[in-house]
């Protein structure tokens, strides 16, 4: 998309969320699958991200300041991936 759609002057990213603080991922922990104390013992940052972490990627990205930037994905998951998780 970023490919078809840079001549319009369309940027094209993606922003991908790790573990964020919302109802779906509480309702997830209550299965018991998995606790937030799981999820916090193997985090590189010790906390899970909040949807504010996530809008401010967006807001970055629909602004002035990203304008040279497309055609690439954002992980927004402190450093979990790195992580190997």
């Known amino acids: 998309m970023a490919l ?7 940027p094209v990213n ?10 779906l991922l509480e309702l ?3 299965t018991g ?3 937030k104390n799981d999820v916090l013992k ?3 940052l ?4 909040t ?6 990627v967006a807001l970055f990205l629909a602004s002035d300041a990203a304008s040279f930037i497309s055609g690439t994905s954002i992980t927004v998951d402190g450093a979990l ?3 190997g998780h």
């Open 4 to 10: 078809d759609h840079g001549k319009d002057g369309i």
């Open 14 to 23: 993606a922003n991908c969320p790790g573990y964020i603080e919302t109802a």
């Open 28 to 30: 997830w922990f209550a």
């Open 33 to 35: 699958i998995v606790t």
């Open 42 to 44: 193997f985090h590189p």
């Open 46 to 49: 010790g906390r899970i991200g």
């Open 51 to 56: 949807p504010k972490d996530v809008a401010e």
């Open 81 to 83: 991936t790195t992580a």
